[in-house]
């Protein structure tokens, strides 16, 4: 057990709706990250959030948002959703800045759109 | 931009047979190298990591070395086991930057007793 805790493990919707996926990290780490992996494209990074505050973005698109709060759990919102988006998506944290961090992994919520 | 590459596989390998996967990686100076595993239905567990040249990553048997020279990190294991089943990610994190993580594609290891 990572100690990160994603929510839900599943979800199914349909095309053009809106998911909201969430992400408990480890007590006490500061950074969260969220990383899609799919078939086609592998694991990649989406955006990462320190303390309250983004610190980085990556391949994310315009219909996906997140934040984190100011108890350190995140959220990553997926709007209009397309069959494409279909993926599994990770939550990961770790307890600072630094590129050596280890970074903790959680089980993934798995999206599928239909 | 940074990027990783490892054989894709899949690799099936017979019990206490040697496991070698290759990673190459292209990025600006000195970045931190990692190799993740993820265990069916699991996320991915850090394995072993190396920050600096020369460095040595080991841990249940894995070992990898950062190459400099060749911007590799390859690993290797001497004995597998069943149990090693599983898809092995290499990934590297910037020097500098945003600690995000950039990783190859996976390969997949199958163990056969």
């Not at chain 1, 408990?24 to 969220?34: A, E, H, K, N």
């Not at chain 1, 069959?83 to 630094?98: E, I, N, P, R, T």
């Not at chain 2, 040697?18 to 993820?38: D, E, K, R």
């Not at chain 2, 265990?39 to 920050?51: C, M, N, R, S, V």
Request: proline share 3%.
């Amino acid at each position: 057990d990572s100690g990160v805790t994603q929510t839900p493990k599943h979800l199914i919707t349909a095309t053009g709706q809106r998911v909201t996926l969430r992400c408990s990290p480890r007590s006490g780490d500061l950074s969260v990250y969220w990383y899609q992996q799919s078939l086609d494209q592998g694991l990649q990074f989406l955006i990462q959030y320190y303390n309250g505050e983004e610190r980085a973005k990556g391949n994310i698109l315009e219909r996906f948002s997140a934040q984190q709060f100011p108890d350190l759990h995140s959220e990553l919102n997926l709007s209009s959703l397309e069959l494409g988006d279909s993926a599994l998506y990770f939550c990961a944290s770790s307890v600072s800045l630094g590129g050596s961090t280890e970074a903790f992994f959680g089980q993934g919520t798995r999206l599928t759109v239909v | 931009g940074d990027s990783v590459t490892q054989m894709e596989g899949p690799v099936t390998l017979s019990e206490e047979a040697c496991l070698t996967i290759n990673c190459t990686y292209t990025a600006t100076g000195y970045p931190s190298l990692f190799w993740y595993v993820q265990y069916p239905g699991e996320g991915l567990q850090l394995l072993l990591k190396a920050t600096k040249a020369d460095d040595k990553g080991s841990n249940k048997g894995f070992e990898a070395t950062y190459r400099k020279e060749t911007t590799s990190f390859h690993l290797e294991k001497g004995s597998v086991q069943v149990s090693d089943s599983a898809v092995y990610f290499c990934a590297l994190s910037a020097q500098g930057g945003s600690e995000k993580l950039v990783f190859g594609k996976g390969t997949k290891l199958t163990v056969n007793p």
